[in-house]
């Protein structure tokens, strides 16, 4: 089954558990059916670029780099399949013993509209290489896309191993309860639910949620390369990324205060916003209404307590398509700097030296990302070690990770163990130790 609009998720597990048994005993199969996935998304890279830019409004030139991630991930983990996957101990008296991951099931994924190929994939592909079933349930927002995505894998997919399930919050309950295994991403207050039922029925869970990413600006940064990468961190996909650059912490004296907001607002003024179908749009609309208006009310309010530097402007015309804004002057505790805006906007912070930056930049609920600009490697050794996120960046945008590295944050960005990378096999895998002792023999 590769979807289904009438859910009958009881149905749709049984047949996933069923299929699972024979999926994971033939790693051999699982590699050959991942390489085999990657080669039909590349062959239909037009359609799924076409569904991203439809559906959900990701500018043409995102969604093709989108694209080509996802079919990077289903390479990787059609060879990771094949890693060894556990270890031998030393026996007593011929005794054997080792330890060997198991999967755990069925895989309950719970996925967002930001990312509709790369995410799903990105939880769906361990999952699969480790031998789990997959039950997803999309984002409503992204339906079409991840039918698109369950019937391009389908192709080469076992019947029953890949599931879409389209639905609304009761359906992501009813997967938690029945799924082994559940991995989510989203917003924090949804997160917290999933990570709380899933607990409470003792299953595997780990989610991904916000991020109120700092970009920590020292005086020796190169502000060429800041320039270049500010767009991309803040402002991509019309700023509707968790990791997103929602402040700039600018370390330095008036002089170069000045110099770098300069060339900050000077960048964002020259964004171009537009339909998400042309080759020159950087900033498309955002997702609905309701985040253009969640938008439309944070720019009201930094201008109302700060000072809107590029940006600002609301047209409320029902097209959506916001202005990439950049302010500064707004309190540390007021609600801006305390709380994710799922659009495109960022904040200028002053700080005297790096302890204040460092303090300001961990002084939030959040841990998933920041980013460092200096020249100076020893600055950046011993501020990264400072940083309470789970990720950081010298030189280089918040936004944008490299699938074959762990992912994830501290506090309230994250929760259980780590996706992507080699090491998102251990969350779809349970270890088993095996002691084989042997019996009377013939010699």
């Known amino acids: 089954m590769s979807a289904t609009t009438d859910v009958n998720l009881e149905t749709v597990i049984t047949k996933a558990q069923i299929a699972q048994r024979e999926w994971a005993a033939n790693p051999l199969a699982r590699s050959t059916a991942l390489s085999k996935a990657a080669e039909i998304f590349k062959a239909h890279q037009a359609e799924l670029v076409e569904s991203m830019v439809k559906e959900v409004h990701k500018p043409l030139t995102e969604a093709r780099g989108e694209c080509g991630r996802a ?67 999309p984002s409503e927002f992204s339906t079409q896309t991840a039918l698109l995505v369950s019937e391009l894998l389908n192709k080469v997919l076992p019947p029953d191993i890949f599931t879409v399930v389209p639905g609304g919050a009761e359906i992501g309950r009813e997967l938690i309860e029945r799924a082994d295994v559940i991995s989510f991403t989203g917003s924090v207050k949804v997160g917290r639910t999933v990570v709380a039922e899933a607990a409470r029925l003792g299953k595997p869970v780990q989610a991904e949620m916000g991020g109120l990413n700092p970009a920590i600006v020292l005086p020796d940064a190169d502000l060429s390369l800041l320039a270049a990468q500010f767009p991309i961190a803040a402002f991509s996909y019309s700023g509707q990324k968790c990791t997103a650059t929602r402040r700039v912490i600018i370390v330095g004296d008036q002089a170069r205060r000045d110099e770098v907001t300069k060339v900050l607002t000077e960048v964002t003024q020259k964004l171009v916003v537009g339909d998400a179908s042309s080759e020159t749009t950087f900033v498309g609309p955002l997702i609905h209404s309701a985040s253009f208006e969640n938008y439309a009310n944070a720019v009201t309010s930094a201008a109302q307590v700060g000072e809107i530097l590029a940006g600002g402007v609301v047209n409320r015309d029902g097209k959506n398509l916001p202005t990439p804004t950049l302010t500064r002057g707004v309190p540390l505790t007021h609600q801006l700097m305390c709380e994710e805006v799922f659009g495109p906007i960022a904040h200028i912070v002053y700080a005297s030296d790096a302890n204040e930056a460092i303090a300001i930049a961990n002084g939030v609920e959040y841990g998933l990302t920041a980013s460092i600009h200096t020249q100076d490697l020893a600055s950046a050794i011993t501020l990264s070690s400072q940083l309470k996120t789970g990720m950081v960046k010298v030189n280089g945008p918040t936004a944008g990770v490299d699938f074959y590295a762990p992912f994830g944050g501290t506090k309230s960005s994250s929760y259980g163990m780590r996706e992507q990378g080699k090491v998102a096999m251990d969350f779809y895998t349970r270890l088993q130790t095996v002691t084989i002792t042997p019996g009377k023999g013939r010699f």
């Open 71 to 137: 079919i990077a991930i289903l390479e990787f983990f059609s060879a990771t399949v094949l890693d060894p996957d556990g270890d031998t101990y030393p026996g007593v008296n011929s005794t054997l013993l080792y330890s060997q991951r198991r999967p755990h099931g069925v895989a309950g994924l719970i996925t967002p509209w930001n990312f509709p190929v790369a995410i799903p994939l990105w939880k769906a592909a361990p999952a699969l290489a480790a031998g789990n079933a997959v039950v997803i349930k």
